[in-house]
């Protein structure tokens, strides 16, 4: 084998790993950018919910006349799950997001148990208005969040693979976090008697 043949192997070995190294540095840049795009539209759809928040509580509070603790635990929830939402555009931090939204969830789940027991509330019409868009606002928040956790899948499973996984140490390339807003008391019935008596036995 000459040395020109030799040389050109060579050139030819290190323009594949350079192509390879720049392709590889440009899909991890591509990845994390669709994570934070669709962690932004996760936070859209959830300040859309805390922007409905208010009126809900202001049409239950019209229709019927509750124990004041259920309608501030609502809105107390959803001032931190606000702030909480405010921060992650700075420092996205999804299990903090999700332990917010969770606890809003739970009091909005509360404020939904009390309202039924109300036959007054469920004539007014602007109240069923907004728990359909409630409801609608929960279908987009579900999908965005799918879109979310998809997108960390791929970049995640990109870090973790081989050959990618040289270009991302060199990187610092870390894995992005799950969004999960499921509780475990999401599953558990309601105590009516409790939220009706917060402080009875």
């Given at each position: 084998m000459s040395t020109t043949v030799a040389i050109l192997i060579a050139l030819a070995v290190a323009l594949i790993v350079i192509v390879w190294y720049f392709a590889a540095y440009n899909d991890f840049v591509r990845l994390r950018n669709l994570v934070t795009e669709s962690w932004r539209q996760v936070g859209v759809e959830l300040q859309?919910?805390?922007?409905?928040?208010?009126?809900?509580?202001?049409?239950?509070?019209?229709?019927?006349?509750?124990?004041?603790?259920?309608?501030?635990?609502?809105?107390?929830?959803?001032?931190?799950?606000?702030?909480?939402?405010?921060?992650?555009?700075?420092?996205?931090?999804?299990?903090e997001v999700a332990t917010a939204e969770n606890a809003l969830s739970t009091a909005l789940g509360n404020l939904r148990v009390l309202a039924e027991q109300y036959p007054t509330v469920g004539?007014?019409?602007?109240?069923?208005?907004?728990?359909?868009?409630?409801?609608?606002?929960e279908d987009r928040i579900a999908?965005?969040?799918?879109?979310?956790?998809?997108?960390?899948?791929?970049?995640?499973?990109?870090?973790?693979?081989?050959?990618?996984?040289?270009?991302?140490?060199?990187?610092q390339v870390s894995p992005a976090e799950y969004f999960e807003i499921s509780s475990p008391e999401a599953g558990k019935a309601t105590d009516v008697a409790r939220?009706?008596?917060?402080?009875?036995?």
């Open positions: 859309r919910r805390h922007d409905l928040v208010p009126n809900l509580v202001a049409t239950v509070e019209q229709a019927a006349t509750f124990e004041r603790g259920i309608l501030e635990a609502v809105v107390v929830a959803r001032n931190r799950a606000q702030v909480a939402g405010t921060a992650m555009s700075a420092s996205p931090r999804p299990d004539t007014v019409r602007n109240y069923l208005v907004l728990q359909q868009e409630l409801a609608d606002i999908a965005a969040r799918r879109l979310y956790n998809g997108n960390v899948r791929a970049l995640n499973t990109k870090i973790e693979s081989v050959p990618a996984a040289v270009i991302a140490s060199l990187h939220l009706f008596n917060p402080g009875g036995n």
